[in-house]
């Protein structure tokens, strides 16, 4: 009999997807290091007439990424994700932001791009930050904040070396 693992923190995301759940939870704990995949559960035959799936389908996976526990649900297509919900990435530097970004997107809309949003092939909405816009966008002195803002507005994925440039233009 599988060992029920508690989640490793008191708020955890629950993610519902239609069926892909599992791919999903695969999909993100390959992109970031010292992530895996805590449980796996499956439909029963009890509550088919409700939930419509078949027994021993994937239900939920438990995952944690960097730390963070997540759930997803296979659900059905009663809802799907929007960009009112995303789940933010804090990068160093620019190579990590390549490497999220890079993984992240791949397969997902390009046309929901922009000042370093994007959503995945699943329609999971992330945002790719480095740590250094942050400090740009609060830095005490009104012009270069704003013109590191102005810059970010016009990327898709965020170019921290630009990003200074326009800061210190």
Known sequence: MPTF??????ISPCLWFDHEAEAAAQLYVSVFPGSRIT?????AKAGQEIHGKEPGSVMTVAFELSGQSFTALNGGPVFTFNEAVSLQVHCES?????HYWSRLSEGGDPAAQQC???K???GVSWQVVPNRLIELI???DPARKEKAFAAMLEMK???IAALE????A
């Not at 449980?39 to 439909?43: D, E, L, T």
Request: net charge negative; proline share 6%.
């Open 116 to 118: 370093g949003w994007l």
């Open 39 to 43: 449980q796996v559960a499956r439909y």
């Open 5 to 10: 693992v508690a989640p490793s923190s008191r």
């Open 94 to 98: 620019q190579d990590e932001i390549d």
């Open 157 to 159: 994925k965020l170019d």
């Open 165 to 168: 440039r326009a800061a210190n």
């Open 120 to 122: 995945d092939r699943f």
């Open 138 to 140: 609060l830095d005490p």
